[in-house]
T-cell receptor
Framework: AQKITQTQPGMFVQEKEAVTLDCTYD???????LFWYKQPSSGEMIFLIY??????QNATEGRYSLNFQKARKSANLVISASQLGDSAMYFC????????????FGTGTRLLVSP | EAQVTQNPRYLITVTGKKLTVTCSQN?????MSWYRQDPGLGLRQIYY???????DKGDVPEGYKVSRKEKRNFPLILESPSPNQTSLYFC???????????????FGDGTRLSIL
């Protein structure tokens, strides 16, 4: 069975600093994808970044990067130069070849960015 | 604009009164899915559909029904809602692929249901 674990219920960071949100996963599938979604207080789910299990390099999208350590089964999200608008809930999710497109989500980390 | 549209956004209703949450996507996606979000549990899949007339159960299907008569629409039906179905519901869609891909699922804005 696939599982995503996010051990940080909440994180605080000051504006302009970098922050790392942890995500570990468990799967026996050799091929899978890892996603991060942002959920602001308005409730919508916003796709941030994707990492494939066979990707050689860590994914980056603007201020977001994914620290992918396959042997440790971790896929941490790094947000550089935090902004007040980054305050939100962040979900790590996984999809695999045998999962029929099902996204398996972690329980989320609430990030608060202070001025 | 590419989007997934859910209606209603908010609904307060009573136990046992049948309700339908509609979901429509304009991206010609084959795959559609319903999730519910509960505090401390993240999002869990209720039902999914790989294409028209093809649906299957997710992790928490009890108390829900779905149908996929048209590619763009995937309504979620609560035949006899109960208070434990009070939750935030999301519809999502993506292209059907034969292997893992970087194509993210597009989510609707969510429907907050309160069953009294």
């Amino acid at each position: 069975a696939q599982k995503i674990t996010q051990t940080q219920p909440g994180m605080f960071v000051q504006e302009k600093e970098a922050v790392t949100l942890d995500c570990t996963y468990d799967t026996s599938d050799p091929s899978y994808g890892l996603f991060w979604y942002k959920q602001p207080s308005s409730g919508e789910m916003i796709f941030l970044i994707y990492q494939g299990s066979y990707d050689q390099q860590n994914a980056t999208e603007g201020r977001y990067s994914l620290n992918f350590q396959k042997a440790r089964k971790s896929a941490n999200l790094v947000i550089s130069a935090s902004q007040l608008g980054d305050s939100a809930m962040y979900f790590c999710a996984m999809i695999s070849d045998t999962g029929f497109q099902k996204l398996v989500f972690g329980t989320g980390t609430r990030l608060l960015v202070s001025p | 604009e590419a989007q997934v549209t859910q209606n209603p956004r908010y609904l307060i209703t009573v136990t046992g009164k049948k309700l339908t949450v509609t979901c429509s996507q304009n991206m010609n996606h084959e795959y559609m899915s319903w999730y519910r979000q509960d505090p401390g549990l993240g999002l869990r899949q209720i039902y999914y559909s790989m294409n028209v007339e093809v649906t299957d159960k997710g992790d928490v299907p009890e108390g829900y029904k779905v149908s996929r008569k048209e590619k763009r629409n995937f309504p979620l039906i609560l035949e006899s809602p109960s208070p434990n179905q009070t939750s935030l519901y999301f519809c999502a869609s993506s292209t059907t692929i034969g292997h893992t891909s970087n194509q993210p699922q597009h989510f609707g804005d969510g429907t907050r249901l309160s069953i009294l």
